[in-house]
């Protein structure tokens, strides 16, 4: 499931005669992080592409963390790797960071300066200067709705607020890639909704890496998934390919109205469905859960036997799983093959 990295398609050399992808803005090779005998990391391989959000998921001790820190330059790896947007983070970090804004768990903000105030320092602390310093702090109080508090101290905004704030940080020197760490930890839904859409408008402009636990927000937000357990990569894809994964293609619910042996019949009767349940609802109707042959769509085929039998077909759909289904899935199935 790991997005293929390719031949060499779309290689380039650059300025420094170093061999590099212009598709990707992450590259991470057999990257591995030890404290003492402990992984925080085991041989990290995936990369991202320029211009997609892609959601980091994994539980409390994954390694999220510190494979941010390590993208960030901010912590050296034990062995492997990274590269963000054709830059090695190991011994070439000032360019590195000045493509990347970093906004943490915990957004260290300086509470008692002032919105505008701040963004100004934090631009001048990554080289933007001058007129163009003033541009970026305009540009960027607009995009994330700040520019009616742009006068406030930052200690007296909401928390929703605040969070607008470190995402303007993030983005005042026009980074090519934005790395959030929880970014709609303790908001509120209005809130949430608000920082959602901020995130989304960045695609194609920026490329974001968005850890969280909140893993409806990724299904909303993300085009594609890495899960991460124990240091390890799970899995890389989309979440509409992690969901055939795990189902095989889906399982196909029909509420029908027709005599349940007739269906029963059916349905040991079509090669394509490998299962069925039959539960009884109000009325005539029975709910048909059927699971495919191989993935195979059977909708089309229900609709088809429906109108052939005059039977009453009143809801049909795929039995869709959650990216939370999903990632129990995964991490119980990787738990399961260590303890074997």
Same mark, same amino acid.
């Given at each position: 499931m790991n997005?293929?990295?390719?031949?060499?398609?779309?290689?380039?050399?650059?300025?420094r005669?170093?061999?590099?992808?212009?598709?990707?803005?992450?590259?991470?090779?057999?990257?591995?992080k030890r404290y003492s005998r402990h992984k925080a990391i085991d041989g990290l391989c995936f990369k991202v592409g320029r211009g997609e959000i892609v959601g980091f998921l994994g539980p409390n001790g994954a390694g999220k963390s510190t494979t941010m820190r390590i993208l960030s330059s901010f912590m050296p790896a034990t062995s492997g790797t990274a590269r963000v947007a054709g830059f090695d983070v190991f011994h070439e970090p000032d360019e590195v960071r000045r493509r990347i804004g970093y906004m943490p768990e915990n957004n260290p903000l300086h509470t008692d300066m002032r919105v505008r105030?701040? %963004?100004k320092f934090r631009a001048r602390l990554? +080289?933007?200067?001058? =007129?163009?310093?003033?541009?970026?702090?305009?540009v960027v109080l607009s995009q994330c709705g700040l520019e009616e508090v742009s006068g406030k101290l930052i200690g007296q905004l909401s928390k929703g607020y605040r969070q607008r704030v470190g995402l303007a940080d993030a983005l005042v020197h026009e980074p090519d890639l934005i790395i959030l760490d929880e970014p709609t930890i303790g908001l509120d839904p209005n809130q949430i909704r608000s920082v959602r859409q901020l995130i989304k408008d960045l695609s194609g402009k920026h490329t974001v890496l968005l850890s969280t636990h909140i893993l409806p927000e990724v299904e909303m937000t993300c085009g594609r998934v890495l899960i991460l357990n124990q240091g390890?990569?799970?899995a890389s894809d989309t979440t509409q390919? %992690?969901?055939?994964?795990?189902?095989?293609? +889906?399982?196909?619910? =029909?509420?029908?109205a027709a005599p349940e042996p007739e269906l029963?019949?059916?349905?040991e009767g079509s090669p394509e469905v490998l299962e069925f349940n039959l539960s009884p609802m109000d009325g005539d109707y029975i709910r048909c859960a059927l699971t495919p042959q191989d993935g195979v769509d059977l909708r089309p085929m229900v609709f088809d036997l429906?109108?052939?039998?005059?039977?009453?077909?009143?809801d049909l759909g795929r039995n869709r799983h959650s990216l939370e289904d999903i990632f129990v899935h995964l991490t119980h199935a990787s738990r399961e093959e260590e303890e074997g």
């Open positions: 997005l293929p990295d390719g031949g060499r398609d779309g290689l380039v050399e650059d300025e005669g170093v061999e590099s992808s212009d598709s990707w803005m992450i590259e991470v090779q057999d990257l591995t105030e701040y %963004l990554k +080289g933007v200067m001058g =007129a163009r310093a003033r541009d970026r702090v305009d390890k990569i799970l390919n %992690l969901q055939r994964m795990v189902s095989g293609g +889906g399982h196909v619910v =029909a509420e029908i029963r019949a059916c349905w429906a109108v052939r039998h005059k039977w009453k077909l009143r």
